[in-house]
């Protein structure tokens, strides 16, 4: 429908509204489901950059104009072991977050490096794929660092937030065998780190993009616009 308005119409603001209450309320689904049923799903290896594309468009539509989003994959390719449609999940969980910590213009940033995991971390030791998200919101109170991974806590005002990104995110990044840290700064922003152990490539003749179950879910919102 918006690609037969006009730019100038007077209509063209509200279709946008409906369009991203649509897709909010899809993936506030997506996360209540994927939170009662503990993120269970089949796993093999996924490429994070392919994640990172995939995921990349629909973030840039639902945070709009006034918050850039730049992603800047590593140099060479990243597998994990895990489905693509969980990995998508964490990324448009945590950037959706980031988008909310920002009050008015912003940049939220999506980076991955090859990491190494030393002896003596909580950790098994090896390669790992460090996957950042950092956005230039107020950064959070200590209180909001502490509990940022519990589930149902939000610092969104009134009733905006569902405090289910995170720890939905969390939960997930845990059953694939890695783990997440909050660190904010005042005034400045936050990131969200994660670490997650890098997957052996599938055999040859293993199509990966056939693993794990892709699906549609339509919800109905009965909040005004």
């Known amino acids: 429908a918006l690609k037969a308005v006009e730019p100038g119409s007077d209509a063209r603001p509200w279709l946008q509204e409906i369009k991203t209450a649509a897709l909010q309320g899809a993936q506030l689904a997506r996360r209540l489901v994927l939170f009662a049923a503990g993120g269970e799903g089949t796993t093999g290896p996924v490429e994070l950059e392919r994640a990172l594309h995939h995921s990349a468009k629909l973030l840039r539509t639902l945070m709009g104009e006034e918050v850039v989003l730049r992603v800047e994959p590593g140099d ?3 597998l994990v072991s895990a489905s693509l449609g969980h ?8 950037g959706m977050n980031a988008r909310d910590a920002i009050v008015g213009g912003g940049e939220v940033t999506i980076r991955s490096v090859r990491g190494r995991i030393e002896p003596g971390d909580r950790l098994p030791p090896g390669d790992c794929a460090v996957l950042s998200i950092t956005d230039t919101g107020g950064g959070g109170t200590d209180e909001a660092q502490q509990r940022a991974l ?3 806590f939000s610092v969104s005002p009134g009733d905006s937030g569902t405090g289910l990104a995170l720890s939905t995110a969390d939960a997930i990044i845990h059953r694939l065998g890695g783990d997440m840290t909050v660190l904010g700064t005042p005034g400045v922003g936050t990131t969200v780190t994660i ?5 052996e490539p ?3 003749g293993v ?11 339509l919800v109905v919102e009965d909040d005004a616009l």
């Open 195 to 199: 670490r997650l152990p890098l997957a």
């Open 207 to 217: 199509e990966a993009s056939l693993r794990g179950l892709r699906g549609a879910v």
């Open 76 to 78: 060479s390719p990243l």
């Open 150 to 152: 519990e589930p149902f």
């Open 87 to 94: 990995v998508e999940q964490v990324l448009l969980n945590l």
């Open 202 to 204: 599938e055999p040859e």
